[in-house]
């Protein structure tokens, strides 16, 4: 012989809710759930991209740093090269090569 309770909701504290409403209400969790399934998927999607940008951010940092050192190595070969007394010439003055 079949337990009752189950079949009516009542060994669940499910008193009192017809079968329509547990159907929906089961709906609703299936929707629920299918929702949570696809924000934890984009959460997922998110955090990948999240670190591969943190990555790119970084490398390119190193390129700035490397290419801030030598801006900086070329600006005082320059101030280097003026300070030595070497003659100053102006472009002007110079003829180009195609005359």
Not at 34 to 56: I, P, Y
Not at 73 to 88: H, P, R
């Amino acid at each position: 012989m079949r337990d009752n309770r189950f079949f009516a909701g009542q060994g669940f504290g499910l008193q009192g809710y017809s079968v329509k409403s547990m159907f929906y209400s089961a709906g609703i969790l299936l929707v629920m759930e299918d929702r949570l399934a696809q924000l934890e998927s984009k959460l997922c999607l998110a955090e990948d991209l999240l670190d591969t940008l943190n990555v790119t951010v970084f490398r390119q940092q190193q390129q700035i740093d490397q290419l801030q050192a030598q801006i900086r190595v070329l600006y005082q070969q320059m101030q280097n090269s003026s300070g030595t007394g070497a003659e100053k010439r102006d472009l002007r003055d110079e003829i180009p090569p195609h005359y």
